[in-house]
């Protein structure tokens, strides 16, 4: 049986819609991006940053792109809900997916900038596991370490820049849901994460992003270098069994 082919009793229908989606999101843009950007800057592996850094091939290809879908497509609905928003005010409140040079070889783009608060928010389509923790713990590393280089971009150039926030959407469930983290926007925190990247990107001209230390935990799943039960090498790394 092949890995699309339905159970059985199920129509056949869904594994040709199934194969048109995965098709779709295995071309689009963002599954081809291969240099660093300020969402992967601050993830606490340096085995993965390394590999982000060395342009290596994306070797997890089997994780459903669902979740990466949905979370697209809100963007999208999102965008233009704020758009609708900035016509009905007659001005430009909300900057919307700005694209943003943090330093000359990394840019990304914002979700949104509100200029009347001076915030810039990112928004976050999750699962409830990680709803519940941001809700709980705050953000991880990565996350704020993003966000917080949007803000450094756009502060550099030019925008007056108050607060960083994570507009937390349930991926399954209700508005009601929404969660909304925010701190006060950080040069140093930006400055730091671009220290400690330029260390890594030193530490991988000298050596195989494998030899980098790897910091393995459950997200492993979601890493595109993630091959498990094979030996860290220049092209992938078996998670949470990596030495
Ligand atoms: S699979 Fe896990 S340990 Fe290995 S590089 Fe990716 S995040 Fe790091």
């Not at 009793?9 to 843009?29: E, F, K, M, N, Y």
């Not at 994306?58 to 704020?82: E, K, Y």
């Not at 699962?127 to 971009?153: C, E, F, M, V």
């Not at 990247?197 to 492993?220: F, M």
Request: charged share 20%; hydrophobic share 35%; glycine share 10%.
């Amino acid at each position: 049986m092949s890995l699309f082919s339905p159970p059985a009793g199920a129509d056949p229908l869904g594994s040709t819609i199934q194969g048109v989606v995965r098709a779709a999101s295995a071309g689009a843009p963002r599954s081809r991006q291969r240099r660093i950007g300020p969402s992967s800057a601050g993830h606490p592996c340096a085995r993965r940053v390394g590999y982000e850094l060395a342009g290596t091939e994306h070797v997890n290809a089997g994780s459903d792109p669902w979740p990466a879908i949905v979370g697209t497509a809100v963007h999208a609905w999102l965008a233009d809900a704020f758009a609708r928003h900035n016509r009905e005010l007659d001005r430009e409140r909300w900057l919307i997916e700005q694209r943003v040079a943090v330093t000359p070889t990394m840019s990304g783009t914002v979700d949104l900038f509100d200029t009347q608060t001076g915030t810039v928010i990112d928004h976050k389509v999750l699962g409830a596991d990680s709803l519940k923790s941001i809700k709980r713990d705050g953000p991880g590393d990565q996350y704020r370490t993003q966000i917080h280089l949007y803000a450094y971009g756009l502060a550099r150039a030019g925008h007056e820049v108050r607060r960083v926030a994570l507009a937390c959407y349930p991926r399954s469930g209700w508005l009601d849901g929404l969660h909304v983290w925010s701190e006060p926007y950080d040069d140093a925190l930006a400055a730091d994460a671009l220290a400690r990247l330029a260390g890594v990107a030193e530490l991988s001209r000298l050596l195989d992003p494998a030899s980098l230390p790897a910091e393995p935990g459950p997200t492993c799943t979601w890493c595109p270098f993630w091959r498990p039960g094979s030996t860290p090498d220049a092209t992938g790394c078996p998670g949470a069994s990596a030495p």
